[in-house]
């Protein structure tokens, strides 16, 4: 299956849902991937691939080690082999080595092409398509980037064989977010489909490309409505930080940031006590945690407004509008935000 990604100024890609095809190129490749991935998929991908000459940088594995630090070793090891505006880096590896690729991609000397190809379910169903490339610092996650589209993005389910349960349960988390705040028809499939069937599965991973191609295809630059994405983000985001990257995978973060975010929307009157339950419940169906306890709530709050969202010292938030809508406001009260935020201090 293909899906295509559509964008102003000619941009055009396409994202491949099958096993993986035999890649060529007449130039160099450096692959960057991570300790993990290596050991377990690198001789698969050489398998599938022949180029002009063709590089591996290996990177520790994890989001601590998403940094500028890290980024100068992928620029280093595509200095040291010579690279030139015309080679391609691969991103092979999870949602840290795409953002990380990406963004070295997009500035060795001054921009070159990338192509993705994502081995864990978070990174195939959101992080490898929309062009967010970046790392994290100390005053957050995401902060440093660029938007820079691949060329190419192909999803090979095989590289799920290897994938522990917590991280397949993380990418869940994001595939339950798209349905929320996009898809009421494919929660309600969510609900009543078990995942660990391989058509199953498939069929949710096509279902969320789609949804985020559509998305990116309407918004690229996160102007409007791609922002909606973010749903559980702005609170995940902050727990992240809080827990220095150490304790949860970006989509336990964020499905405890989903379930902070309707807590916030029941509070709005956006969405009922028993659509948060319905969406809450899902997650925990999938081993997804859903409570986090926040031991500094004004320090939690402060955390809001290093969030890229954020404007003119006004926290946005992504709410969901029931279960298939959302919306986005920085209207809301401190004292509000603060309510629900005291919830979760006990």
Partial sequence: MTVKIELPNNIKYDINIDTLKHLEFDTKVV???????????????????????????????????????????????????????????????????????GFAASIYQ?????????????????????????????????????????????????????LPQREFSAGVA????????????????????????????????????????????QDEKEQGIRAALNYGHTFGHVIENETEYKTYLHGEAVGIGMVMANELAVEEGLMSKEEAYKVKALLEKHHIPTHYVIKDVQAFYDHFFLDKKSHNNKIKFILPKGIGGYQITDSISKESVIAVLKRFSN
């Fill in 31 to 101: 692959i960057v991937t991570n300790t993990t991935v290596s050991q377990l998929h690198l001789k698969y991908l050489m398998q599938h691939i022949s180029a002009n000459e063709i590089s591996v940088i290996t990177l520790f594995d994890g989001e601590k080690y998403k940094t500028l630090e890290t980024i100068e070793l992928i620029l280093n090891h595509c200095f040291e082999n010579r690279l030139d505006r015309k080679s391609i880096l691969i991103a092979f590896g999870g949602g840290v080595i795409g953002d990380m690729t």
């Fill in 110 to 162: 001054r921009g070159i092409d990338f192509m993705q190809i994502p081995t864990t379910l978070l990174a195939q169903v959101d992080a490898s398509v929309g062009g967010k490339t970046g790392v994290n610092n100390t005053y957050g996650k995401n902060l440093i980037g660029s938007f820079h589209q691949p060329i190419e993005v192909n999803i090979d389910p095989h590289f799920l064989t290897t």
């Fill in 174 to 217: 994001e595939i339950i977010k798209m349905a929320v705040t996009f898809n009421q028809d494919f929660f309600q499939w969510l609900e009543h489909n078990d995942l660990m069937q391989q058509n199953n599965l498939q069929e949710a991973i096509a279902q969320s490309v789609q949804t985020k191609a559509w998305v990116v295809s």
